[in-house]
């Protein structure tokens, strides 16, 4: 951050936007925009909750970082100088005083943080220099002599992999090491000159930093993010943004390619740094100097991971980013890193006096609703019984007593863990009590056996053991579910529930019913929290009714005439039924070929029409011709949850690059997908790729299913306590609801674009249906059968004004 620029901010303590403050918007922002970025400008300025609402296309992201970037810039200082201010002040006098001193104690402190990003941005720099001349030097005993052009090749190198081309473009670069330079080592290189200010010293100045903490779903959203934050005009040079990730995602060791899941790569990570068993990783050892990259350049995770593998300047990203972390102005985290209790310890990341702001806020529940299950398969429990087996009988003797006695209570558990499940008959859902006491398992220390396998760590013991005499290759981590939900027990209440499904591959789900509102915790103390999505209600939000709450609901920047939006409840006189019970009539099936027939030959580009379910859309394709409608190339959103991890993105990447092919090619082509599934949440289908998004049916989750059953009625038991509060009809209906918002969100991606949007289901006319529509689209939506509707499209589809734009 600039000093300068936040001092100018402290000598007026109560900056405020202007009406027409663009907080740094790279181009003429819409007056949409405008009101949504003063909202976030002020939430941020008076602290609270801000949940902010604006439909897919209208620049959200963008809205949300400029007025925060700016924010930060001009506050900073002026928060530092009012935190350092103690609150009793006994006269006007001394409290002038007291003020001055802390202003200039703020000043100090800025100084440092300066100094020492100063320091950073230069042993970045010239560690990058110093390992091509090493490097150089190096090969130069190898090839026999001294080669200029060949360090001038490495280092230019360097300078790319490092990101810093601009930085030597006005800088002079070091010539070539001299020979008498060749002996010393890169450590005694990179820490010449000495380095003036100690990590205690950095420790103690960027404590209690202020820090702006962006949350998306995944890292491809991050990714967008971060080149968002490049094209704000008010991101001061100095600002440092780091990208936080799990190990798997960032880790570039040889040994990634031997894990078998998450918990073993962390495992390997931790021998290999240790050089135990037999494996050596240094990477770690680079850490600070991959922390003096991450705060000098902005990286997405790709980058990051890129930057690690370099053969010149690598290291490990992970612990790079984690030692990065709290000289961070800003930081990037998944949903996943931030609602889990134990990632958070483990990365460091703290809430308490931060900005929090959660983009694609309508996934935020679901998130942490899985962040706080753990499920454990009857295999699991069977691989662990013979995993604690064998591992007792080969070191059981060795064990003190206490420990031992721990390992066979252990193994008790999971063999009747194993027992239990073998001899479920139906599904049920039990409280935490009625389960242990249906288990056998009420006797048992359950704290005592956490804390066993917490400080042996015998699940990696046992992990280590099992492939070190090839038990049973693959599931040795048999063990580490038995762990986690020994851990979720441990600290499980009331309104927790364990669903347990029979058969052939029988599970137990420990499901947190209030998950929620432990969550809501970690958001009181957080200076400002910022919800934002395309469609948001506070009463399905992790929110802290008792703070200041402040809400905006924007339109679309595309004028009425690009968008078409028609509830199509009828075909003739008869209504459009897609209810589970009757969609597979044959009636209702003939409509809906006819529907989709007529609708695809009239539109020019894209069709997209988004299916409640697969085995709806199997239904559908059974019953048409050939991989064609309307003389149109026809695609389908595959299945492939049983397959390999990744294979399901995969197979929707594929899918929608042969529909973007097709669509180039042929001028039109025809897409079925499913509501929920990967191509109907985080895909651009911007311009001819969709000029028509029709959805079928309401896809609500399964009625049937026990862990929406619980949640419902303890929903309901929280409505009945608390007014007002989301009862279990409004969660079942809302997450049938999102799922439609999402679909139609995938069209209509910038101001020029154009789309049009059928609903088909004679629900979709019921008003209670129509209020959880997003706003933008109700504003546009009439309802009438589909002959109208299909009248209008050809209409809208042949009309002058959007081929025109």
Known sequence: MEPAMAAAATRDPEVRASEQDTFGFPHLPYQCQMQFMACVY????????????????????LSLLCPSLAWLRRRELSILAEELTPADQESDLWAQHIRTQAQLSAERVWERRREWREQRKSRARRSVALVASDCCCQLRHQQGGPSQALHAGLLAQALTSSGTQQQSKRRHVQPPVAESQENLSLEALYLEPPVTRTQQHSEEAFQQKLQIIFCSRTHSQLAQVLREI???????????VVTLGARQSLCVHALKSRAKGGQHLNDLCRLATERRAGLVCDLKKSAEAMADVFLSQMMDIEAMAERGRAPVGGGCPYYGSRRALQEADVVLVPYASLVSAETRRKLGLRTEGNVLIFDEAHNLLEAIGESNSV??????????VEDLEAYGQHYEARLSPKNALQLRQLRQLSLQLHRYMGALEKPCALTVGAFLVALGADHFDLPSLADFLLHTELPRKVRHFAERFALKPGTSSSVYAISDLLKALQFSSTEDRIICEPGTEASLRYLSLDAEARFREILVAARAVLFAGGTLEARELPVDVTRPLRSFSGPHVVPSSHILVRYVTHAGTQPLDFRKDQRSCDQTLAQLRLILTKAASATHGGAVFFFPSYEYLSVIAQTLDGSRLAGRRLFMEQNRRGGQSGGVKNDAATTLQSFASAVREDGSAVLFAVSGASLSEGIDFKDDLCRLVAVIGLPYPNASDLAMLEKMRFLDACAKREQGSLTGRDYYTGKCMKAVNQCVGRSIRHAKDWSAILLLDHRYGQPQIQQKIAGWLRTEATAGTFETAMCELKRFMDSSCPSSQ
Do not use: F, M, R
Request: charged residues 20%; proline residues 5%; aromatic residues 0%.
């Open 42 to 61: 002020e939430t941020l300025d008076l602290g609270g909750i801000g949940i902010l609402e604006s439909p897919t296309g209208t620049g959200k992201t």
């Open 230 to 240: 490049k094209t704000s005009q008010e991101v001061p040079e100095n600002l440092a």
């Open 375 to 384: 499920t454990v398969t009857l295999q699991q429990a069977k691989c662990s």
